[in-house]
Each structure stands twice: as structure tokens, then as C-alpha cells.
């Protein structure tokens, strides 16, 4: 899969919860909140919507798009967990595929030709 515009920022023993965008760093897991996915079946897109906070009065909107999706699984939250957790990244992992995990035990899973970052 295709990194087209930004880079997954690793710390050696760390887990991935930054990302790279043009130079700026966006922390995912401390100032981000997932809002929602979507996917649509004629163009094979999935795109997640976040929400990115400087602070209180500075919150910038973003997505990540795959473009020419061959496959995405969203696996369940771990019911144990408190649903406040469910829109905090716990990590990303990548290769072959890219996947979310999340604080409240929810997995999004990708494998597509390309994906990108993009402020909106």
C-alpha cells in the first residue's frame, strides 16, 4: 500500500500514534477523537473522519482515505471497556495492512492501493 502524503512517525519500542503530515505533527492518540467511517461501494474509498485538538478553540477536522480498497474489517469494542474510550487511538499498525486499534478494544482494518491524510 501507498503512503502518498505523510509519514507514520516511529520511536523505536514505542507504539505508532503520530503521524507526519507535511512537517506537522498530529498526535492521534492524545489530541485526536474519531468521529466516524465511511465507505463507498462504487469508488471503493473508506475514509475516516477525525477531529484534531490544538487546544479548545483550535480544532482542525481531518481524514485518512484509502483509495482502491481491496479489503477493510471493523472488529467490535471489548464490552468491558468504558465507551468513553471508543474515539481514542490506542495505536496504529501497518504493513501489508493498516490498523486502527483503539482504546475501547475496536479494530479498523485496511488493505488498499493507496492512502492519504488530508485537513478538511
Known sequence: MKIENFKLVEVENQQIIEIDYLGEIFDLHNA????????VIKTSILTLFW?????????IPFQ??????QYFEIF???????????DCLK??????????????GMKIVAKADKVSFEKT
Do not use: T, W
Open 32 to 39: 485526536a477523537e474519531f468521529l466516524k467511517i465511511d465507505y
Open 51 to 59: 477531529n484534531y485538538y490544538f487546544d479548545e478553540k483550535n480544532i
Open 64 to 69: 485518512i482515505m484509502f483509495e482502491g480498497v
Open 76 to 86: 467490535p469494542r471489548d464490552s468491558e471497556m468504558p465507551k468513553v474510550e471508543d
Open 91 to 104: 495505536e496504529i499498525v501497518h504493513g501489508e495492512k493498516f490498523e486502527f486499534r483503539f482504546m475501547g
